[in-house]
């Protein structure tokens, strides 16, 4: 849960795609700015991580790096006070949807 809004998390499993660019976790329960950053610091400590990207709109975590394991990811985000959904990464929405 995000200390500083006491936003809430919903409980869930977990859903990781692989891409070319990392692997995409997707986070429930993510509101604000400050849950992002949360997110990021939190898989940023994981040993081999290089990169995290969070979308706030979609949910979607980008990872980046070598070494580390879905278990770890997990963790780091169970940690922050959130959880992986079993839901795929949602595409953004366009402005014009």
């Not at 329960?29 to 610091?41: E, K, P, Y």
């Not at 709109?57 to 940690?79: P, W």
């Amino acid at each position: 849960m995000c200390t500083a809004c006491a936003c809430a998390t919903a409980d869930s499993t977990s859903a990781q795609v692989k891409t070319s660019g990392g692997s995409v976790y997707q986070v429930g329960g993510m509101t604000c700015g400050h849950c992002v950053s949360s997110i990021s610091a939190e898989i940023g400590t994981v040993s081999g991580v290089r990169d995290v990207q969070v979308d706030l709109a979609t949910g979607a975590v980008t990872v980046s790096g070598t070494g580390f394991s879905d278990e770890e990811i997990r963790a780091a985000v169970d940690r922050a006070g959130y959880t992986l959904t079993d839901a795929p990464p949602k595409e953004p929405q366009s402005a014009d949807a």
